[in-house]
């Protein structure tokens, strides 16, 4: 799964959303910071769930 985070925009950011899918269980994943995109490989979560663990960092996901 791919979601685009508009308000992602520095390596805070970056780190913020990594430790949250990291807390979540997620184990494969990448945020790209330059295309502000973050690529999710999970059977674990649904893309509700995934979006949901974002969002509750304050970021909007497209």
């Given at each position: 799964?791919?979601?685009v985070v508009e308000n992602m925009s520095?390596?805070?950011c970056k780190m913020t959303i990594e430790k949250a899918?990291?807390?979540?269980g997620v184990t494969?994943?990448?945020?790209?910071?330059?295309?502000?995109?973050?690529?999710?490989?999970s059977s674990?979560?649904?893309e509700k769930e995934l979006i949901n663990v974002?969002?509750?960092k304050g970021y909007h996901v497209k």
């Amino acid at each position: 799964m791919e979601f685009v985070v508009e308000n992602m925009s520095c390596g805070h950011c970056k780190m913020t959303i990594e430790k949250a899918l990291k807390e979540a269980g997620v184990t494969t994943f990448d945020v790209d910071l330059s295309n502000k995109t973050v690529r999710v490989d999970s059977s674990e979560l649904s893309e509700k769930e995934l979006i949901n663990v974002i969002e509750s960092k304050g970021y909007h996901v497209k």
